[in-house]
């Protein structure tokens, strides 16, 4: 008996975007990610391309954090209050793709620090680390929209990835990344329309969509993920059916999220009876990121080192052609 | 000791009409009770500041508000809904809250008439045999003689037969009719071998036929109907001749149960946990009496002269006139009293007409889809249209009707009061004053077009359309309709965000800026997209794409004039060739218009009641997708709309 064949045929590949700029290119990178390319759904790759492997971007915080648990704590406690160290001993001790500096210290309520020092940990960043930038505001729309443009300028010709413009608050990032050559996060909270109609005014304004990765907002494991999943899943399909406004790579917020779950953070005496947290919240980071990776993921925004050697093994073993 | 009850006299200008009331009333009250039109759409909860008096003379109590301007209070403006009468009182009404009565124009079908024996709908071709559901028929009884001893009733009953081939065995008449003729035939004429000239009034009730009054003479020509739309935010009534079929005259007013929720779910559940049906149904029979009174007096009629009145509303606004129970309405199944209301006493309800006058309801389909519907269905000729039809009727509820004479499924989505000018800063009804047509030229220059060639006092439903369509099209919004600071100086910002200046101050009747808002532009967007999602849930259910449809009519009370295009600019409806719509105005005023004046147009809304099938929407999964993808100019997938995108994009070449 004949077996049918029931591949898929697609219409639509996710555009491929460039993260960071080598010399010849014009910035001081020593190597750029690519990002996207998938004409497939994740791991079905008999039916198309899957494109680039996801990336790894460790998180860097402008300001030490105040929040952490020990046991994320404990990796970077010799290098908390320097974020070019910091993200030196990402990029050469755990291997990140790519670093993202969160600019928390720029929040009118957790240290108010102007543009002009935000600048400068960039700069330092830069030139502490030879990979691509990711550089994300505070969220507080009014402090991003002053600090993010002279970022934009300190880094013109880097072709960083800076976030994040929403359907509220685009204008002021997206000529700003316009002009000084940089890629754009475009951000709606788990609605998959609400992100294209973000997608549509930030082209209306011209800036090209291979310059455009998209950020759902992300929720961990217990907390949500199922949501996040489900509606990368939706973008992912839309965007191999041929929805062009859709076709663009996926970023989630892993890190972060999975550390402010309680069952990552609370410690070993607090909870006796869920294991070593120095363990389970990296379990609970990695699950959330490979999990996430199922539903169509590129850049996956990671804290702990133990969580990104499990998740790089994981993608070096799903994408090795060793099928 | 008893509190002693003072009265004040209250004056209105410029009506001059004077009325006295108890201490504490307040000041819309009087006006109300004075017959006095005040504008007021939250019904005086001092929520929509469109009622604004002046006090010229006299003093009142008003608690303090943000909805009047600092130079307002100053020219001792106050809300008539807030203000309590504490003595004498002379008020004027400002230009902006009064409604000059008898502006709305009359469509050319209502003025027609009947012409070969028909009457006519909205659109050419649509025609219902003349033949009213309360007809009054001249007769000549020969007078009894000693060979001819027929008693009165059978004789009356004989001469009618003869006249108009009712059965007699399906007559019948109440006992007041029965003591009355003798006397009104004796009136008549009695002598001997001179026939005896009378006229009766036959009222259809289902198969039989009830003689509801008897007068002497030939007063045919004296016979007037009430049609009445009985909406969710706007009541409108239209005084017609029954023998003549020609509309005499319109009103509208807003409807007052607005107080108690803008949409009817809102106030099923005040009037289930206040126990308050009640008040609500008493306040929809006081608005229409309140057309009916001012009709009558400006067409100098008595309340006696109206012998039918046929009402046209959704499943709950009809519970609410007749003071059904409708919980059920919005209880899990949904299940309404009654979809065919038998006819019944208007008198009884407390509408102000002839005592023997019957009230006709349009039957519906469900609790969500109502007569206002299938009469607007009938109006169109739906049950005779050979081609796939969309019938959209934008009101509170948008309901979306597809089919043809083969088979209808309809549904009904919430869409909100603005495109009838309600929760909109300036939105007003289409009367004399509303700017009903707006476009801005490729040089930003601003073109209008005003209902009666007035000075503007705010903008109704076609109006606001055209301004969305405008300000996207010259790029003041972006498509998430989002005001463009700086695009041009009309755009300004204000304490509450930004807004368009539609007409600055000294051009309007008002003497203030007209201006939409971006809440208004919101609200009118939520109304376009909640419409859009029902066709595109209903069409998808149906298995069938916008192409499909060969003819799109689009009803609703947004005034006389309804540039089709625009509708698919701002994506409330499907990009569909713009000579496939046509405009149909209200045609649930139509539908009730029709029904009254024709028996045949009423028996066509019952099968179309019945042959309709419910898809509800509210269960859908799909819907609300639907909707936040419509909630985007004009919609967020630009392949339903190449078209529309092509034209932003050659106006805005920054516009991909």
Known sequence: ?323 | MPKVNHSYKVHFLPHDREITVQEDTTVLEAAHDANVYVSSICGGVATCGKCKVVVEEGHVECPPTTLLSSEELANNYILACQARVTGDLLISIPPETRIEGGKILLSSEETEGVTAGKVHGPLPGVEYRHEPLVRKIYLELEPPTLDDTLPDYERLKRAITLKTGIPMESLEAGLEILKELPSHLRQAGSRYNVPLQITATVAQRGVMHEVIRIEPGDTTQVDWGLAVDVGTTTIVAELVNLATAKVLDIEATYNSQMKWGEDYIQRIMYATERNALGDLQQSVIKDINGLLAILLTRNHLGPEDITAITCSGNTAMIHFLLELDPTLIRKEPYIATANFIPPLKAHELGINIYKHAPLYCLPSVSAYVGGDITGGAMAIGLEQEELLCLFIDIGTNGEVVLGNKEWMVCCSASAGPSFEGSGVRHGMRAASGAIERLDIAEDSSLNYKIIGNGTPRGICGSGLLDTIAALLRSGAINKSGKLVKGHTPRVRETEEGLEFLVVPAPQTATGSDIVITQADIQNLIRSKAAIYSAVATLLEAMHLKPSDIQRVYLAGGFGNYLDVRNTITIGMLPEIPTDRIRFVGNSSLSGARLSLLSQEAMTRVRDIASKMTYFDLMSNPKYMDEFISANFLPHTNPDEFPAVYQELARRHPSFN
């Open chain 1, 1 to 323: 008996m004949q077996i049918p064949n029931v591949t898929e045929k697609w219409s639509g590949t996710v555009t491929e975007v460039t993260i960071g700029a080598t010399k010849e290119e014009g910035g001081t990178r020593q190597k750029v990610v690519k990002v996207g390319g998938a004409s497939c759904i994740p791991f079905m790759d008999f039916e198309g391309s899957p494109g680039h492997k996801p990336v790894i971007a460790m998180d860097v915080l402008d300001v030490p954090p105040e929040d952490w648990p020990p046991a994320l704590m404990e990796p970077f406690k010799d290098v908390i209050s320097d974020p070019a160290l910091w993200a030196k001993k990402c990029v050469d001790k755990y291997g990140a793709d790519l670093i993202c500096i969160k600019l928390d210290g720029i929040h009118p309520d957790k240290g108010n620090r102007g543009a002009e020092e935000a600048v400068k940990t960039v700069r330092s960043v830069l030139q502490a680390v030879g990979v691509p930038l990711i550089i994300w505001g505070c969220d507080d729309t009014q402090k991003d929209n002053e600090v993010l443009p002279k970022i934009s300028q300190a880094t013109k010709g880097e072709r960083c990835l800076l976030a994040s413009a929403t359907q509220d608050n685009y204008k002021n990032i997206v000529a700003n990344c316009m002009a000084d050559g940089h890629n754009l996060v475009t951000q709606a909270p788990v609605d998959v329309n609400i992100q294209k109609q973000v997608n549509i005014l930030v082209t209306d304004i011209g800036f090209p969509l291979d310059r455009i990765v998209m950020f759902q907002t992300t929720g961990a494991l217990g907390y949500g993920m199922e949501y996040a999943y489900s509606i990368q899943e939706r973008e992912r399909l839309a965007a191999l059916s041929g929805d062009k406004f859709l076709a663009l790579p996926v970023l989630c917020n892993v890190g972060y999220e999975s550390w402010r779950s309680k069952e990552a953070k609370s410690k070993d005496e607090e909870s006796p009876g869920w294991g070593l947290a120095a363990e389970r919240g990296p379990l609970w980071e990695t699950i959330t990121a490979v999990t996430l990776i199922q539903s169509g993921v590129d850049i996956i925004r990671m804290y702990h080192p133990k969580a990104v050697a499990a998740v790089k093994k994981h993608i070096d073993a799903l994408y090795t052609d060793g099928r």
